[in-house]
């Protein structure tokens, strides 16, 4: 019987998932969403629930310091779906230049920044197949950022920055380094 408590125990403490570290809200008269935080498990499949909720939504606007770019790179699939926008008006980094990279429709206000930065594995292959997977998840993130019309050149640059650093670029910097998307200027 003590066994079987402790067993309930483990299950019920090891079950619970973290909080979120991202929130998504609809601002439906506007036709948008905000979305504010980490890109972390869950991130897709909550847009994907906020969308069918929303289905008139045209444009995320997100401001986020990163994180998981599988995740980002599945909402970027998503939002091409469904022809959705995404926009920066603030800070952009990471996994979160990655999704925006991937999306069909991008757009920045003149206060955007976006920042990049060398990626970080969340866990390593184990021994040689890391020699593998290494190039497999550079490769998913570069495509990422072609998807845009970042240069090689960038891509290359933005790979040597260390992981806890940032290379912070303005709409001005991204235009003249051929990166695609449309500069959206505040109403006057």
């Known amino acids: 019987m003590k066994t079987l408590a402790i067993l309930l125990a483990l299950l019920a403490s090891s079950g619970s998932a973290p909080a979120p570290q991202f929130r998504i809200a609809p601002i439906e008269r ?3 969403f905000m979305v504010l935080g980490r890109i972390t498990d869950g991130f897709e499949e909550e847009l994907r629930r906020k969308i069918a909720e929303n289905p008139k939504i045209k444009r995320v606007y997100i401001e986020s310091p990163g994180g998981l770019t599988l995740e ?3 909402a970027a699939r998503l939002l091409n779906e ?4 995404v926009r920066v008006a603030g800070k952009c980094a990471s996994a979160c230049v990655h999704l925006w990279a991937a999306a069909d429709h991008r757009e920045l206000t003149s206060s955007a920044r976006l920042g990049l930065h060398a990626g970080r594995p969340r866990k390593e ?4 197949l890391e020699l593998v997977a290494a190039p497999a ?3 998913i993130s570069d495509d990422m950022l072609r998807h845009a019309g970042f240069s090689e050149s960038l891509i290359a640059k933005a790979r040597q920055i260390p992981h806890k650093s940032i ?3 303005t709409p001005a910097d991204l235009s003249a380094a051929g990166v695609r998307f449309t500069l959206i200027e505040p109403a006057t």
Do not use: E
Request: glycine share 16%; hydrophobic share 40%; charged share 15%.
């Open 82 to 85: 469904h022809s959705i926008a």
């Open 72 to 74: 980002a790179k599945g």
């Open 125 to 128: 292959a184990p021994g040689p």
């Open 137 to 139: 998840r550079q490769k």
């Open 167 to 169: 290379l912070w670029l």
């Open 30 to 32: 506007l036709g948008h």
